[in-house]
Nanobody
Framework: QVQLVESGGGLVQPGGSLRLSCKAS????????MGWYRQAPGKQRELVAH???????NYADSVKGRFTISRDNAKNTVYLQINSLKPEDTAVYYC??????????WGQGTQVTVSS
């Protein structure tokens, strides 16, 4: 079993930045994709970004150029640097670890609120 613990969320003004962290513990699969989803009230969950074990990344069009995903395999941690935040980025951000495309371990989420 894998446990994912997220941190780094909070309240930030438009244009500000946050760095989200998600540390995995337990039985860690050697080959996995890790990433972040987000869900705002009244909206469906959307994939924000993911990064493969080989370091390949993908981003949603809405965050491309502003968000950066990275991972530290030695620390079993995935990060999401979020810059130039907009109010529409407000959501609960969930990290995941996927040893296979059909299965994901999930974190409990961290709230990001962008507001003046």
């Amino acid at each position: 079993q894998v446990q994912l613990v997220e941190s780094g969320g909070g309240l930030v003004q438009p244009g500000g930045s946050l760095r989200l962290s998600c540390k995995a513990s337990g039985t860690i699969f050697s080959a996995n994709t890790m990433g972040w989803y987000r869900q705002a009230p009244g909206k469906q969950r959307e994939l924000v970004a993911h990064i493969t074990d080989g370091g390949d990344t993908n981003y949603a069009d809405s965050v491309k150029g502003r968000f950066t995903i990275s991972r530290d395999n030695a620390k079993n941690t995935v990060y999401l640097q979020i810059n130039s935040l907009k109010p529409e980025d407000t959501a609960v951000y969930y990290c995941y670890s996927a040893p296979h495309y059909s299965f994901k371990y999930w974190g409990q989420g961290t709230q990001v609120t962008v507001s003046s």
